[in-house]
């Protein structure tokens, strides 16, 4: 297998739709795990309390498991929240429990409320776990865990589901980015939009893509991701589809769209630096 080009730093990229089923959790396993079967160490962040990434990813995530909520709460580090994936020994994943449920509401209470996932992703964990990539998996929500995610990344990728009102609530999204951009964190920017479950047999589709294509232009990967039934068959066997059909089309689709996003990535010119307040 050919290698993917490392990024010019290390990346943080939020996964966030508040639409739910729209294949955030899909698109973050899958272009976590080709990311890393290509040789780079990604860290996933389980930020919905499903904790669907995890599942996927092999990680447990019974409660008492240590997890994302007891890292945002300042309980423990980290690097003791990391777990390694069985999908890739480059692959790490912070798994979220049913614990998480209440953190949306706990957090109101809280010091820094916003940015308890950005303190805990300090350089020098991340560093000593040797990754290059952080994909953080949002719920499908517009609370206070979607934006610790968004003050904790430089970017965001949307993905899209190339159906019917696929971008109904987009503009809601993108003005809590701007929201979060002015007050929180000035690095923030959609850097990344993935079109999925593109269905070829549909006209409907076809709209769909370009009308993305004509509002987001090159931010859009051109790589879109079919509907395919591999890719929702493989969370039953806590696989990436990656895994559990490597030559279907849905896992070779993710692997091209994962190598648009680390060329991309390795051709940043300017550091935007980080301003979130860490
Ligand atoms: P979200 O995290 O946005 O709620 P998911 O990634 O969980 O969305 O996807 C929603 C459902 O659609 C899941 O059952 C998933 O297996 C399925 N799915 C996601 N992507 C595809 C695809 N490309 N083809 C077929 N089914 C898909
Ligand atoms: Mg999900």
Not at 85 to 96: F, G, I, M, Q, T
Not at 168 to 189: A, K, W
Request: net charge negative; with cysteine.
């Amino acid at each position: 297998k050919h290698g993917m080009p490392r990024p010019s730093w290390r990346r943080i990229l939020t996964v966030a739709n508040q639409k739910g089923g729209v294949g955030k959790t899909t698109s973050t396993v899958n272009l976590a795990a080709a990311l890393a079967m290509h040789g780079i160490r990604v860290l996933v962040v389980d930020l919905d309390p499903q904790g669907n990434a995890s599942t996927a990813l092999g990680v447990e995530h019974r409660t008492g498991t240590p997890s994302v909520y007891e890292v945002m709460l300042g309980e423990i580090d980290l690097r003791e929240a990391a777990a390694q994936s069985s999908a890739s020994p480059n692959l790490l994943c912070v798994p979220a429990t049913i614990d998480l449920a209440g953190a949306e509401i706990e957090l109101v209470s809280m010091v820094a409320r916003e940015a308890r996932l950005a303190q805990a992703l300090t350089d020098d964990a991340l560093a000593e776990l040797d990754v290059d990539y952080v994909l953080i998996d949002c719920p499908p929500s517009l609370g206070l865990l979607t934006v610790n995610a968004l003050v904790a990344a430089a970017e965001v990728l949307i993905p899209i589901q190339c159906e019917y009102y696929a971008l109904e609530g987009l503009g809601q999204l993108l003005s809590n980015i701007d929201l979060v951009r002015s007050h929180l964190n000035t690095s923030l920017h959609v850097s990344t939009i993935l079109l999925t479950m593109y269905d070829g047999r549909t006209k409907l589709a076809d709209q769909v893509t370009s009308e993305v294509r004509q509002h987001f232009g090159p931010t859009a990967l051109r790589t879109v991701i079919p509907r395919s039934v591999k890719v929702s068959e493989a969370p039953g066997y806590s696989q990436t589809v990656l895994a559990y059909d490597p030559g279907s089309r849905g896992a070779m689709s993710y692997v091209d769209a994962a190598r648009e996003i680390a060329e991309y990535g390795a051709n940043l010119r300017a550091d935007p630096g980080r301003t979130n307040g860490r």
